[in-house]
């Protein structure tokens, strides 16, 4: 193993942990994405590690991974999950009604279509210009401007605290 | 930036500080292991009791990590490689659903289901049901629920020549939550069959069992034609439906749910990872099952007992434990085979 990729390993794991988190709003379905993604990097290593943008490239292979995930499951699932799952653990606190907001956004984004989604992650939390999110998802600018203001004016639309997701059966969840 | 995007980027960043500790995946990569979330045809094959008693008993009960200094009958498994005694019980002590399990290094699952009315030898008690070990041990030890799973464990590792590493006791009424929680398990019947004592009514083939009937399902040995020997094969076909449910990547990925679900129904050790564990179980690439080799003719019977020879045993489980994983016996995924 060169010891370039272990380097690697070490700097950049975590973030692209949380990357693939975010990303696929799954904590272990992230964890086999990236698993899966170093080990073929890992085999291919010399050539990635040449690269200007190594990270760049492990990311992108990532978002591959997720947006050609077959037999996943819809989002809109992924978003009930949450909902099932913060009514089954943590209790009701103080704070709840603080990260309401924050958590009804979490499942909307959740429900969106992935490549929207991977739009305005690398956008919101990777930080990534137009060019770089189009690197990754291997698109235009254009349309990388159309993803993220679509997904906007729908997490906008969909902003209605009445409609808030409820905790449904467990049951129908799984 | 408006307040928007604002919100967006603090819901994403809270769904990112949901991943998973990157210790979890070095260990992945050191063992150069690709995950297999899908052991879809491994998992259909497997035929025994076992896997997912290993799936169910280890997300419902107690398991608790055993320490023992005496190493006893054979030499300890390898590094990462565990025996887990899986324990299905219904509400009276009675231990009706035993499967010895060994969760190999490399993914591979083997499990063994051992009828519970085998004869056996309960050290300090002499022969008897293998159902009867934990409750004598508990009544013999001022009901501690404790001490009746070490005397089971001290059995059957007498029986198997097996050192058992942990046990997982299931009350086996979790199954019925267990099952709706997965939106229900299908399994076929030959023949419709009717329960005397608990009045359950199934139709000949296809069904989705759930909840109630599921747990009647697999508790029925009356009324059918090989009693326990039966039900042993229905609790089979129950828990290969329900690995296969859990290989799905919908329900997979519902693992903490699933947890979650069944742990009310669960005494557990405080260090026991349940969800690391059913994930484990779960996402096994090779699965067997067998069943020990006991006398099914009547004649041989003693007081209802299966006559099982000790040596047989253990030359059956040692051998089956240690054997490498072979190709699946059943081919084609999917198939729901039909019972008793």
Known sequence: VPDGFDQFVADRLDRLLRYATALTCDRYLAQDIVQNVLLRAQSRWARIGEMDAPYLYVKRMVTNEYLSWRRRAAARDVASTHGTLDALGTPVGDHAVRHAERDAMRHRIAALPRRQRAAIVLRYYENCSDAEIAAVLGCTEGTVRSHISRALRRLRATQDPTRRSTSRPVSEVL | ???????????????????????????????????????????????????VAGVVAVAVPLTAART??????????????????????????????????????????????????????????????LNSAYRTAKAANHGSDTAGAEGLVATVEALTGVRIDHYAVLDMSGLDRLGTAVGGVEVCLRAASHDTITGADFPAGRQVLSGPALLNFVRQRHGLPNNDLDRIVRQQAVLRALAAKLADPAVHARLDTLVAVVRADIRTDPGLDLA??????ASSTSVQAATIPVGTDPAAETRGMLAVDPAAVRAFVGDFLAAPPSAPATPSPGDVSCVN
């Not at chain 2, 565990?82 to 009276?92: A, F, H, K, P, T």
Request: proline content about 6%; charged content about 20%; aromatic content about 0%.
């Open chain 2, 276 to 281: 690391g564990t059913l994930r484990r179980l």
């Open chain 2, 1 to 51: 930036m408006s307040d928007l995007e604002t919100l967006v980027r603090q819901a994403i960043a809270a769904e990112a500080s949901q991943a998973v500790e990157p210790a979890a995946v070095l260990a992945g990569l050191q063992r150069g292991v690709r995950p297999r979330r899908r052991p879809t045809t491994a998992l259909v094959a497997m035929v025994g009791l076992a896997v």
């Open chain 2, 68 to 129: 023992r200094s005496d190493a006893g009958n054979t030499a300890p498994p390898a590094a990462a490689e565990q025996n887990i005694l899986l324990v299905g019980m219904d509400g009276y002590d009675n231990t009706d659903s035993l499967v010895l399990a060994r969760m190999g290094a490399s993914g591979t699952l083997r499990a063994v289901s051992l009828p519970r009315d085998s004869a056996v030898d309960i050290p300090g008690h002499g022969v008897d049901r």
